[in-house]
T-cell receptor, first 117, second 112 residues
Framework: ETGVTQTPRHLVMGMTNKKSLKCEQH?????MYWYKQSAKKPLELMFV???????ENNSVPSRFSPECPNSSHLFLHLHTLQPEDSALYLC????????????????FGPGTRLTVL | QKEVEQDPGPLSVPEGAIVSLNCTYS??????FMWYRQYSRKGPELLMY????GNKEDGRFTAQVDKSSKYISLFIRDSQPSDSATYLC????????????FGSGTRLSIRP
């Protein structure tokens, strides 16, 4: 596997379910991100992990819970979601140069298409 | 007012045409400007990255930044059907990837 992979690619869940999205990067990067992409809306940054520490949480509801066990893996745990949470969830990674300055670009995974019924 | 405005399209042009994609922004402090291309069922991939004002060329692609007008453009010469995708502009105050603001994307279709 190369680049950034995400599983599952598609997920349908009810509002009472609990599920997790998984992201793995094979690029040796030290920063990982979760984005939400809804139709005709800008990409929304949800969470940033830099050297496994969460450095950004852009007012994301608590029904989304990220986990970064190491610099290669990132999870997004989902529980009691709402239909408006249906979207494409993208994971990305980059090599941060320290002090929050990036010396590289972001590399995106293919995304997980989430539908909440 | 949104920080970054981008016409969602769709934009449909014949093969071989010159394509112009644009974004406007409101924060004059933005310094780093990017264009990403996103094919259907794929994540965005970085196409062009520029710092401050000016032009940058890479093959058939030219990125242009006009900071005085708060306007950025991406030009595609000799457009090909394989250029059909959604193009996202993005910008940030710093080179840090955690501070990137994205446009909503323009859907482009190149007709053979």
């Amino acid at each position: 596997e190369t680049g950034v992979t995400q599983t599952p690619r598609h997920l349908v869940m009810g509002m009472t379910n609990k599920k997790s999205l998984k992201c793995e990067q094979h690029l040796g990067h030290n920063a990982m991100y979760w984005y939400k992409q809804s139709a005709k809306k800008p990409l929304e940054l949800m969470f940033v992990y830099n050297f496994k520490e969460q450095t950004e949480n852009n007012s994301v509801p608590s029904r989304f819970s990220p986990e970064c066990p190491n610099s290669s893996h990132l999870f997004l745990h989902l529980h009691t979601l709402q239909p408006e949470d249906s979207a494409l969830y993208l994971c990305a990674s980059s090599q941060e140069g320290g002090r929050g300055r990036s010396t590289d670009t972001q590399y995106f995974g293919p995304g997980t298409r989430l539908t909440v019924l | 007012q949104k920080e970054v405005e981008q016409d969602p399209g769709p934009l449909s042009v014949p093969e071989g045409a010159i394509v112009s994609l644009n974004c406007t922004y409101s924060n004059s402090a933005f310094q780093y400007f990017m264009w990403y291309r996103q094919y259907s069922r794929k994540g965005p991939e970085l196409l062009m990255y520029t710092y401050s004002s000016g032009n940058k060329e890479d093959g058939r692609f030219t990125a242009q930044v006009d900071k005085s007008s708060k306007y950025i453009s991406l030009f595609i010469r000799d457009s090909q059907p394989s250029d059909s995708a959604t193009y996202l502009c993005a910008m940030s105050l710093y080179s840090s990837a955690s501070k990137i603001i994205f446009g909503s994307g323009t859907r482009l279709s190149i007709r053979p």
